[in-house]
């Protein structure tokens, strides 16, 4: 659940920093490989996060939800989930 928390907060926050800052790659997504790889690209590509509706547009089915949880929380569990 924390890889579908996390994709969902960087596609809502716009962070284009959130990966490369916390030194997050592909591997800490074994479920969402896909998505997270369609992130980065976009992010390399065009210096920005895309929008919630492009990505939607690549990935209909990814459930959109609203996360709260603070940074820290997402990554201190992403990083156990790894």
């Known amino acids: 659940m924390v890889q579908l928390q996390v994709l ?3 596609l809502q926050n716009k962070n284009a920093t ?5 030194n997050i790659t592909y ?8 998505e997270f790889n369609f992130i980065k690209e976009h992010i ?3 210096g920005n996060v895309p929008d ?3 990505f939607k547009n690549k990935f209909e089915n ?5 996360v709260s ?3 820290d929380f997402l990554l201190g ?3 156990k989930e790894h």
């Not at 959130?18 to 916390?22: G, I, K, L, Q, T």
């Open 8 to 10: 969902n907060k960087v």
């Open 77 to 79: 569990e992403l990083y």
């Open 44 to 46: 390399d590509s065009y």
């Open 62 to 66: 990814f459930p959109i939800i609203e």
């Open 18 to 22: 959130f990966f490369s800052y916390n």
């Open 69 to 71: 949880e603070s940074d």
């Open 27 to 34: 591997e800490y997504f074994s479920d969402y490989e896909k």
């Open 52 to 54: 919630v509706l492009t």
